[in-house]
């Protein structure tokens, strides 16, 4: 869970560069003893410690902040890997100025994240959703994406603890909305927990599709682990739903997974939750079998909890086959091994206890060595004096100097942001004028059609059928017959285009309805199958709000048709408080959507989704393509 640990520390510092050979020699031999101190960590702690408060004293000798800062966040982190939380507490905090003296933000940012993980291991929830939201301040600022992805995914097991799933779930898209284009495992995980916390709130219908991008990640990037959480996904939503011969081929798939990747605690745990779904099945063989092989891999890895859990489904089992010895001794064995759960909890609360009392002296033995480092210091800075003060005339000017450059580049920053809102306002009131165009003309062409040229081809039509009353040779009898058909099938053409320009149904039935029939006709007229679902209760939207959803959903199944080869399509519109989510789905060959801007219509479609200041997220494979739309009701 430590979020700072020494290997990344050492490649994000940023290295001040100091005016003079000594002070840059000085920085050198402080650094060796940092990378002296950190090959220490793990074989002799103590010595580590040591060596770090000799960097420590080093460092504030030379006025070096910087080392100072990783001296002191270093032994923070020693403290917290052996289990003094205090003692880390101390250090994380003592650090943290330093950070800010050396202009170091993203140090300063780490530290916080640090403090927030120490919180979490002493209990404290509180404190450590605090320190996280400081941190992720500091990284937007600095505009990190990576750790903002990170620091909100932790944020968000932090909710997931005390079962707040609405702020757990905020905060997992959050982390989705910063992950990289690269880090596709991040991506696919996160997609995965999205899709958990929402089977938690009991929305499957909104878990599914996020499911669903996890499987396409996982057949894009060849990491096994990805794979397993797929397969897990899938399987954890078909047992929600009771669909329990699916759930059970996604445990059996995951299993194997995690059989390849050696993960025993990931194969205990399966072993267990499937002898749970055969028990509720009631196929009591396979339930005995699974459980049994859950209680051995227990017993091996020497994991209490679910060995415990896994005797207690035994006794269950044996209990509902007859065998009420075997229950009973199976019942036995697992109120043994809680005893024992709760025995060891009981000694790891006292080891706390101890841990504090010890932290609290070695507090004060450092408290007393941070005294004796004090007054060495003051001697230090008396014998520095002179020179200080001769750079101290020097120094302000620069520092009055640096504060004009840097106020007025930050009212330049101001008007530059002005700028940019007042371009994005005007680009997307261009956007709506030229929709708002575009949707009159279409109505104009729609009527002349259907007033003009219908009614001409429908008069035509009337004619010619009139010629039969004064007799024609039967010849020409057959080739009249023809004529009229064309006439007929003419008139269709011109009111299917008038449809399309300008669906009466829009006005008349509203947004669902007027897709659910889109979707029937097209489907019928071409060789893609389209399926039409929608949930929740529709809300009556403005007019010109429902024609555009309308036209994406046109432009996206026009671009399926068209391109994808595909033989089936899904639309799916999911009404949910305030907001409308709209998947559309296929299983054709995809594409890849930063290459391809022309010819699919996708510039038409991200034009829309920006009117309706929605979110659009493509996801395409080979198997597939996936159109996800958020829109916030109240924003239209």
Not at 142 to 165: C, E, F, G, P
Not at 226 to 239: D, L, M, S, T
Not at 246 to 270: I, M, P, R, T
Not at 489 to 508: G, K, Y
């Amino acid at each position: 869970m430590a979020f700072l640990n020494r290997q990344y520390i050492i490649c994000c510092f940023v290295i001040l560069v100091f005016t003079g050979v000594n002070a840059q020699k000085d920085s050198v031999n402080i650094n060796l003893l940092l990378d002296k101190a950190y090959e220490n960590e793990a074989s002799a702690p103590k010595k580590a410690l040591e060596i770090y408060n000799q960097a420590y004293r080093r460092s504030v000798n030379d006025g070096y902040h910087i080392g100072t800062f990783k001296a002191l966040q270093y032994s923070g982190l020693v403290h917290s890997d052996n289990g003094n939380y205090d003692s880390a507490l101390y250090f994380f905090k003592k650090s943290l100025p330093y950070s800010i003296k050396a202009g170091y933000k993203r140090g300063e940012g780490l530290t916080y994240n640090n403090l927030a993980n120490n919180s979490q291991f002493r209990g404290d929830y509180k404190g450590a959703i605090t320190y996280y939201l400081k941190g992720i301040t500091i990284f937007e600022i600095i505009n990190d994406s990576a750790a903002l992805s990170q620091s909100y995914q932790n944020l968000s097991t932090m909710y997931d603890n005390i079962k707040d799933l609405r702020m757990e779930l905020l905060y997992l898209k959050k982390a989705l909305n910063y992950v990289g284009a690269a880090q596709t495992e991040q991506k696919a995980l996160l997609y995965g927990d999205v899709g958990i916390t929402l089977l938690g709130q009991d929305k499957p219908a909104e878990a599914l599709p996020y499911f669903k991008k996890t499987q396409a990640l996982s057949k894009i990037d060849s990491s096994k682990r990805i794979q397993f959480f797929a397969e897990r996904n899938f399987a954890e939503y078909y047992k929600y739903i009771k669909q329990y011969p699916a759930a059970l081929n996604h445990y059996a798939k995951a299993l194997k997974l995690s059989e390849v990747q050696n993960d025993l605690f990931q194969k205990n745990d399966l072993f267990h939750i499937i002898s749970g779904l055969y028990l509720e099945t009631g196929n009591y063989k396979e339930a005995l079998n699974y459980a049994e092989k859950s209680a051995r891999l227990a017993k091996q890895i020497k994991a209490r909890e679910i060995g415990y859990r896994s005797y207690n489904q035994l006794a269950k089992i044996h209990k509902a086959m007859g065998n009420y010895r075997l229950a009973y001794n199976s019942l036995q064995q697992s109120i043994a091994i809680k005893d024992s759960v709760v025995s060891a909890d009981y000694l790891k609360q006292i080891s706390l206890y101890q841990n504090q009392f010890e932290s609290e002296k070695k507090d004060n033995a450092i408290a007393g060595q941070q005294i004796l480092l004090k007054k060495k210091e003051v001697e230090v800075l008396s014998n520095r004096n002179r020179f200080v003060y001769s750079l101290a005339g020097m120094g302000l000017l620069i520092l009055l100097s640096a504060g004009v450059w840097l106020s007025f580049r930050q009212r330049q920053k101001i008007k530059d942001k002005e700028i940019l809102s007042l371009q994005q306002k005007q680009e997307i009131m261009q956007l709506e004028a030229l929709l708002d165009g575009q949707e009159k003309e279409r109505k104009r062409i729609a009527q002349e059609l259907h007033d003009g040229i219908n009614g001409d081809l429908s008069a035509i039509k009337y004619r010619i059928s009139g010629i039969e009353e004064y007799g024609i040779m039967p010849g020409e009898k057959k080739d009249l017959q023809k004529i009229i058909e064309m006439i007929d099938h003419a008139c269709t053409q011109v009111r299917n285009i008038s449809h399309d320009l300008m669906p009466a149904s829009i006005i008349d039935f509203g947004l669902v309805e007027s897709v659910k029939q889109y979707c029937i006709k097209t489907s019928a007229v071409n060789a893609t199958r389209i399926d039409f679902q929608y949930f929740g209760m529709p809300k009556p939207l403005k007019q010109t709000a429902e024609t555009t959803i309308y036209r994406i959903i046109q432009e996206i199944i026009n671009n399926i048709i068209k391109h994808a080869q595909a033989t089936n399509a899904l639309v799916q519109l999911n009404f949910h408080e305030a907001e409308l989510s709209i998947t559309v789905e296929d299983n054709g060959v995809g594409f890849d959507p930063k290459t391809v801007v022309q010819g699919l219509g996708l510039k038409n479609i991200r034009s829309r989704v920006q009117v309706l200041n929605a979110d659009l997220d493509i996801s395409s494979s080979s198997n597939g393509t996936s159109f996800l739309i958020l829109i916030d009701l109240n924003k239209l």
